[in-house]
């Protein structure tokens, strides 16, 4: 692909508006679109599998919202809002300097959006200095504060991509330079590169580290018996009655956060 052309994904839950989109990006030379999903998960799989370049995301969708979607993502792309939200809202999106079309979407305007998407993009590739990516978290974050903690993990699951309730986690764990969870009693990849990254985004008070490679979900655990010098062992209460050993280090740290 040219490094002048944006391979572009399209996020919308009406029809009406993604067909529309696409008729006016078929005019656009500089643009390729890889795809259109019709809600958040959708958004998220393939964004995940695509790596588009520019995403133009609707805000306000059902189930997930586009400012979900945006924090599922590692890396998201450059994003243009298409919303019809409030005065507010729009004008986080001025003071963070990130494009946004507002319904119905006149054709020049979104010209206009891609000229500065384009701009934005040679400046990556260029290796110049570019913030969009701290900008797109903090007008996010302006508009709708993150809750504390993440709510659902997106999983791999044959080709598809499936949201997994954070209260539905019984553990996560480290294999194969993958960080994995358990639910349902399976085991799924998540997107999540390393356990590190993963511990950031998740409620302290809810989710504890047993070790260096595994987390445990406080709420799922069985429990609980003293082991060999100083360490612990947890029963998990997956169908299983799963075993996994907490380190002498975290078993001192687990014993405060329980009140033993």
Do not use: C
């Amino acid at each position: 692909m040219s490094a002048s052309i944006l391979s572009t994904l399209i996020v919308d839950d009406e029809k009406p508006a993604r067909q529309r989109l696409r008729h006016l990006l078929a005019k656009d030379k500089r643009v390729e679109l890889v795809g259109d999903a019709s809600n958040g998960v959708e958004a998220v799989e393939l964004a995940q599998q695509l790596r588009p370049r520019l995403m133009l995301l609707d805000i306000q969708m059902p189930g997930m919202d586009g400012f979900e979607v945006l924090r599922m993502l590692d890396h998201p792309p450059l994003v243009i809002f298409t919303t019809a939200f409030d005065e507010y809202a729009i004008k986080a999106f001025e003071i963070h300097a990130l494009d946004y079309l507002l319904k119905p979407i006149p054709e020049k305007r979104l010209r206009s959006a891609i000229d500065r998407a384009i701009q934005e993009w040679s400046l990556i590739e260029g290796g110049g200095q570019s913030e969009w990516q701290d900008r797109l978290l903090q007008a996010v974050n302006s508009i709708a504060p993150a809750p504390r903690g993440l709510r659902r993990v997106p999983v791999r699951q044959g080709g598809k991509i499936r949201l997994v309730e954070l209260d539905d986690v019984k553990w996560f764990f480290v294999q194969d330079k993958l960080v994995s969870l358990v639910s349902d009693g399976s085991a799924h990849d998540t997107q999540f590169s390393t356990i590190q990254e993963l511990e950031r985004k998740l409620d302290p008070e809810k989710f504890f580290r047993i070790h260096r490679g595994t987390i445990v979900n406080l709420g799922h655990i069985r429990e609980i018996r003293p082991w060999f010098s100083g360490t612990l062992r947890l029963v998990m209460d997956d169908a299983k009655a799963t075993e996994l050993d907490v380190s002498r280090e975290q078993a001192k740290k687990l014993k405060l956060v329980i009140g033993w």
